[in-house]
């Protein structure tokens, strides 16, 4: 592609990067459906919708991805589906503002590049934990070996054009749940028609959605679904520059229309282009085939569309959850030359990724070491 390219490609590259999210995206969207008894229909074709949306707005393999702080209360206190959709209300209120006022252009320039470099360290050691931890050892000795297996195929093919290794190792994933965990029949007898579910969430829901969930996600969002990703973006397309302010657009506008259709709140992430990019993607076609996939999820198979995802194997999950984890952490090498950014980097990336509120309290440590060395620079100047 030459500088300002914005056409969308469909080729085996963009399909491999297809895949590169769908670690991050499947477990939280599958643990919020059961763990609040959504509309499972309603919520891949709104998802899949929102996906292409952002393709179509952006060109550039930027998906759409869950709250993952509001989807982790959801699950943990299996929280009914209007607080969700009152809480994805709330935040895409928030989000409007915070964007029209000119707040998220202030903070974005108020918050130096290596406390971002910091939080995407932060997301790539928490997406990483997670593989490790989580994914890799589901299914005991089988699931190291599919894990390891699959690293390795991932290892080998990368880096070759032709080949696209994402869907080869998704491919490897659905084959093992078509052996030995799915039940054909029951795909097939759910297909039909399938249209998202109306909602019209109540002022009490929104309120309480705002205090249970937006409030607890703001500044994860603001950190690493608006800084993080505008910097991926200056990164990877450094001839595509993107504002704060026009992410948070988006970002808004998704969350006024998904509770309207029962679909999950989304926002945008620098680990899902991290994902896309690190196996293939570089225009929006990977999102337009990724989000084409839930959608046809959602509206051919409806509720059977629940039971594909549920068997598909955890350690396939956890190799695309590492390489995307891993292409995050990586951009911190061009801080290394310099010393004392880098080391503010690594502290505000721990503390991101270990400690309760860990994206508010990284970005604000890593504000205030960066503003004290700074000065510290200037006195120094001064003495000379």
Known sequence: MGPGDR??????????????DLGTDLPLLVGMILASGLNASSVFTVFGLMQIATALRYRMPMPVQPLKAMAAIVIAQKLPPEILFGGGLAIGVCMLVLTATGLLDWINRAVPKPVVRGIQCGLGLQLAGIALRDYVPAGGATGWWLAGAGFFLTLVLIGRKRI????ILVALGAIYALVFKLDASSLVGAAGLHLPEWRLPAAADVWTGFLILALPQIPLSIANSVLATRQLTEDLFPDRPLSARKIGWTYAAMNLVNPFLSGVP?????????GHYAFGGRTGGSVVIYGSLFLVLGVVFGPGSQIVIQVFPLPVLGVLLLFEALTLVALLRDLSPRGTDFAVAILVGLIAS???????????????????FRRGLTRVGDHE
């Open 354 to 372: 270990s400690v309760p509120y860990g994206y508010l309290v990284g970005l604000g440590v890593g504000v205030i070491c960066m503003h004290l």
């Open 266 to 274: 989304t926002c945008h992430g620098s680990g899902g282009m991290a």
């Open 7 to 20: 056409r969308l490609r469909f080729d085996r590259s963009e399909w491999s990067g297809a895949f590169g």
């Open 164 to 167: 696209p290794s994402a869907a």
